[in-house]
């Protein structure tokens, strides 16, 4: 008896079985989906994008920890993370979006953060291209923005993975946290920007983070992002300050030129040698990485829950 023909017909059951739930991951039965941006336009996708621009650099690390880097056909100058995608087309920058450009690269949606000039959002709009806004400003709404994403593209399963892991991170940091009596956190300085101050208060990713990481924000006062006065920062005498930077010419070179500026030496944190230094991406980007920023904010806060 010929016994191929059977064990060949056995053996595409199977591969048809395996095959079966990864199309669903691909996409099949997750379409048609229907979102409500951060402007407040609704939009439906048919079918599983293909063909993804991103018009923000925290857009492109979600897409690329979705595991959609592949399918990301254009990026702004500033999507430098992760590595690969410097590898994709350029859009332009964040805040001088070209439409044209866009256009050309023929997307089957555009996703855009807040801040992207309206006019280039208008003229996507126009051109018929499903675009999708965020605007996350808590880390909580990053996680809701990652799960949204991972909706529109087909990815939902990915997106699930991803915020299992970050979750599991944050509680980490909360249970670390915790063993500290709120009493006892201390008063914090985050540095957005030194020429002017510029800090995060209220209604900010800094200022959500402070309060996870264990600490007690100074710029309670101050609305987002805004001016922070060289007087105020004396006064309230932060006992941890954490300043964002690129770090371009060294960390401890930005630690020390803050340590120099004129009454800043009577600064409880820069009398006890606890100025910090975070890489402004991790803080400035509401993406994955912002866990980073909270691990490490919390590690500079609470050293010794961590060890």
Sequence with gaps: MDMRRPISISMIVVVGLLWFPATLQAGKGLFPVTATDAL??????????????????????????????????????????????????????????????????????????????????????????????????TSDQVLSTI????KLTGRRAAADNLLGRLKARINRVKRRVAQVPKSQWPRVYFQVWDQPLITGGKDSFVGDLIELAGGKNIAHDVRRYGVFSREALVAR?????????????????????????????????????????????????????????????AQAIHPQAFR
Excluded: W
């Design 40 to 137: 407040g336009h609704r939009i439906t996708i048919s079918r599983q994008p293909q063909r993804i621009v991103s018009l923000a650099p925290n857009v492109t690390e979600i897409l690329f920890a979705l595991g959609l880097g592949k399918r990301v056909v254009g990026v702004t100058d500033q999507c430098n993370y992760p590595p690969a995608a410097q590898d994709k087309p350029k859009v332009g920058g964040y805040a001088l979006t070209s439409v044209e450009k866009v256009i050309s690269l023929k997307p089957d949606l555009v996703i855009a953060a807040r801040g992207v000039p309206l006019a280039a959002l208008r003229g996507l709009g126009s051109a018929g291209i499903p675009l999708y806004t965020i605007d996350p400003r």
């Design 147 to 150: 799960k949204a994403i991972g």
């Design 237 to 297: 005498n932060p006992q941890v300050v954490i300043l964002a930077s690129m770090g371009k010419g060294g960390y401890r070179a930005e630690i020390e030129k803050f340590a120099r500026q004129p009454g800043y030496q009577v600064i409880s944190a820069v009398k006890n040698h606890r100025v910090y230094v975070i890489h402004e991406d991790l803080i400035n980007r509401p993406g994955p990485r912002l866990v980073d920023a909270l691990e490490q904010m």
